[in-house]
């Protein structure tokens, strides 16, 4: 039978695989977990490998570091970054309806809808009859709307040269076009994924 010295000196170790694929073992005086690494497939990683760069993960901090830059950046104008995106469509887009300016977005309903009547009460947009449709409205940037816009685009043009600025000039525009078509992917499998709980349902 061993002593209590040996027991301090060789302490047991108990492994065991849980269903998760995480390996446990009893320490002496903690309980660790090691996560088992997947083997390489065809020499490489897989695709969610901590090891690797992963896209949902570069796509978020893009955006989060992106979007919090040109907030600060406005902040003293009064408007939003969503507020911005709402403006720059009404005008390269003259007179569409909310719906049309929620799918431009790739927006939701209720949440362009929130940002329209916060638009409203500000004197930024307006609403206009539908010349055909008495449910709808086309919808307008009023004269403060445009003065708000032309000085925010000032801002977003700087900020958007300063971060290309880190892609060399030659390469800029591929980068562009390879994250456009990622943006398309993204939009394609949002469109086409079935709704969990009701495989039929897909999202309209």
């Known amino acids: 039978m061993p002593t209590r010295a040996s027991r301090d000196q060789n302490p047991p170790r108990r ?12 320490a002496p005086k903690d309980l660790k977990t090691m996560r088992a690494k997947p083997p390489p497939v065809n020499g490489q990683l897989p695709i969610d490998a901590p090891e690797r ?17 040109f907030r600060r950046r406005i902040a003293h104008l009064g408007v939003t970054p969503d507020q911005f995106t709402v403006m720059r469509t009404l005008l390269e887009n003259q007179g569409l309806t909310q719906r049309e300016l929620t ?13 329209l009547e916060r638009m409203e009460q500000a004197g930024l947009v307006e609403r206009q009859s539908h010349e055909k449709d008495r449910r709808a409205h086309r919808l307008r940037l009023r004269a403060l709307g445009r003065r708000k816009y032309e000085a925010a685009r000032a801002v977003a043009v700087q900020l958007q040269t300063e ?30 994924s079935p709704t969990r709980g009701n495989p039929s349902q897909r999202p309209k």
């Open 103 to 115: 799918e431009l977005m790739s927006s939701d309903p209720n949440t362009v809808a929130a940002l």
């Open 53 to 69: 760069r992963r896209l949902p993960l570069l796509l978020r901090r893009a955006w989060y570091g992106l979007n919090q830059a």
């Open 15 to 26: 492994c065991r695989l849980q269903v998760n694929n995480t390996y446990t073992y009893d």
């Open 163 to 192: 971060i290309l600025s880190r892609v060399p000039e030659e390469l800029r525009e591929r980068f562009l076009e390879n994250l456009a078509e990622v943006a398309d992917a993204c939009r394609v499998a949002a469109d086409t």
